[in-house]
């Protein structure tokens, strides 16, 4: 599966930002998929997923109640929302998507492919 990442931008702090990622090739439809963000200086850090359903999302702690996910299988597109951005969410954001079967997934090595990533630029 190939994945590519669109939406990201810049935006002021408390905006909001939609990005997507779209897949071509290989069967999207059994695959979770996760997103991600490295910050200048700091890790890869897991920041949602959605399971290949669709009924199974996860968040990280530091996201829950300002970040929203959704897949539609049949645009093979995962959307991911994001509201009341603050200045440490800039980052480059990544999703991912998981090994067949995989589910929940929060590690890196439980992701098999990866888009090339989207800039998001918070300002105040």
């Known amino acids: 599966v190939q994945l590519v990442e669109s939406g990201g931008g810049s935006v002021q702090a408390g905006g909001s930002l939609r990005l997507s990622c779209i897949a071509s090739?290989?069967?999207?439809?059994?695959?979770?998929v996760g997103w991600f963000r490295q910050a200048p200086g700091k890790d890869l850090e897991f920041v949602a997923g959605?399971?290949?359903?669709?009924?199974?999302?996860v968040y990280a702690d530091s996201v829950k109640r300002r970040f929203t996910i959704s897949r539609d299988n049949a645009k093979s597109t995962v959307y991911r929302g994001m509201n009341s951005l603050k200045i440490a969410g800039t980052a480059k954001y990544y999703c991912?998507?998981?090994?067949?079967?995989?589910?929940?997934?929060?590690?890196?090595?439980?992701?098999?492919?990866w888009g090339p990533g989207t800039q998001v630029t918070v300002s105040s």
């Open positions: 991912a998507g998981t090994f067949p079967g995989v589910w929940p997934a929060r590690a890196r090595f439980e992701y098999q492919c």
């Open positions: 090739a290989g069967t999207f439809r059994s695959i979770g």
């Open positions: 959605v399971s290949w359903t669709g009924v199974s999302i």
